[in-house]
């Protein structure tokens, strides 16, 4: 039976906003500005078709205000040892989070001591139990001063982000993964395409300008980084989708390559020269069939994503020509009965290895999510962790896939007698 190399990194991920509790934000901002309209329109939105019944009674109700309020979230940051000790019971060796920007600067220039502290004791605590981190600094949300100049959009933006880059890395020296922002292309279109986040606009020079000053925001970051810490391991987490051109007609071929172009590879080849590695997120198949977005959707998860886990093996296969190392950094679904999530994890691992034996150098999986957590827009009826959480309660029960997970990691990294 195929095996994964030695060292292989296996965990689960969260973001700071989306788990933490109590932050002070752009979107804290946002969410309750938008709370209400939110909660109206999902009583007849388009996700409510693919609600199970668990989602429906789930409480705060997808139909309320209070479920599109992020609040004290999954109360992570005070119970992160509590969830750690979970993690390491699952058999994880490592685990994704992110550090709040917002509560690191405050205020421009102004640099929170005892939140470094607190990202300081997230790492040991993460290391005591044999965790590697691997740390994100910018998982989507702004403090309210940078979000007031202008965010991404205002061309100071890069070199206020390597600043607090420094800075965080100058305090956290035994940290070796870096991954300096997240998914700057699912952000910047919904932020300034399609107008779901804020700021809400729809703008495509806007959405151009901030795009390009991430690629430099990244840039910066990574020669600040590699300044304070040379054997530091930096990179993004790329959102990366496997489109796929259906019956091979021209017109689906040219789809399919200028979404590749576009979507997979316009800002990994952006820092080509300034990434250690590539974090892949990833999510979605998209069958192109005249047009994109005509899957079959034989499975599909609470949000309507359809379930196809052969997707990965192509899109690792087609970032081999970078000739990096690559850690998946997202991967996951919306389950909240738990119905496909130990299917869906033993299949994509299966494909992970079937890609490491056609020479893509994987190192890591780092599921999302290790808990349930506040999904963005849609607040907190997605259920995406290996472990629930009861937003009423703040208790934690592990799902029976994360059991499944850990048995699946020891199958699959069982030492040769
Ligand atoms: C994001 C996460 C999000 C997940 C599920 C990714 O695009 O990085 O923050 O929760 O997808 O939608």
């Known amino acids: 039976m195929p095996q994964f190399p030695r060292g292989f990194y296996f965990g689960a991920s969260t973001s700071s906003h989306q788990v933490e509790g109590g932050n002070e934000n752009d979107w804290t901002d946002w969410e309750r500005k938008n709370a209400d309209q939110l909660a109206r329109s999902a009583a007849d939105g388009p996700f409510r078709r693919f609600w199970p019944k668990k989602v429906s009674e789930t409480k705060p109700s997808p139909t309320e205000r209070e479920n599109y309020i992020s609040g004290r979230a999954s ?3 005070h119970r992160f040892k509590e969830d750690f000790d979970l993690a390491k019971k699952l058999g994880h060796n490592a685990h994704r989070f992110s550090i709040e920007w917002s509560r690191i600067e405050p205020e421009e220039g102004v640099f929170a001591e005892h939140e470094i502290r607190h990202y300081r004791e997230v790492v040991s ?3 005591a139990r044999g965790m590697e981190p691997f740390v994100t600094l910018w998982h989507w949300t702004l403090p309210v001063w940078l979000a007031e100049t202008g965010g991404w959009e205002s061309p100071r933006t890069p070199e206020y982000f390597s600043r607090y880059a420094e800075r965080v890395a100058r305090a956290l020296p035994e940290v070796t993964f870096w991954i300096t922002v997240n998914e700057p292309e699912v952000w910047s279109s919904a932020s300034y395409l399609t107008k779901r986040w804020p700021p809400q606009k729809q703008n495509p020079l806007r959405y151009l300008r ?6 430099r925001g990244h840039r910066r970051a990574y020669a600040a980084i590699k300044k304070i810490n040379p054997s530091a391991q930096i990179g993004i987490a790329k959102h990366n989708i496997y489109f796929e051109a259906h019956e091979n007609s021209w017109w689906n071929t040219v789809l399919k390559s200028s979404a590749d172009w576009w979507w997979n590879r316009w800002f990994l080849n952006r820092i080509k020269d300034a990434q250690d590695f590539i974090g892949l997120n990833h999510y979605f198949y998209n069958r192109i069939s005249g047009w994109f ?3 079959e959707n034989k499975k599909l998860s609470d949000m309507g994503w359809e379930l196809f886990p052969e997707a990965i093996r192509h899109v690792l296969l087609d970032l081999k020509t970078y000739n990096k190392p690559v850690y998946i950094t997202e991967n996951g679904l919306a389950d909240s009965e738990d119905k496909h999530r130990t299917w869906f994890i033993e299949e994509t691992l299966k ?4 890609a490491i034996g056609a020479g893509v150098d994987v190192r890591g999986y780092l599921h999302w999510s290790l808990l349930d957590n506040f999904e963005w827009d849609k607040g907190f009826w997605p259920r995406f962790g290996i472990i629930e959480v009861d937003y009423q309660t703040l208790s934690r029960n592990t799902r029976e896939s994360a ?4 048995n699946l990691i020891e199958k699959y990294t069982r030492k040769e007698s």
């Open 75 to 77: 109360d992570h940051y």
């Open 125 to 127: 605590e993460l290391r």
């Open 210 to 215: 901030v795009l390009v000053n991430l690629v």
């Open 293 to 295: 977005g005509k899957n």
């Open 351 to 354: 494909e992970i290895l079937s």
């Open 403 to 406: 059991e499944a997970y850990r």
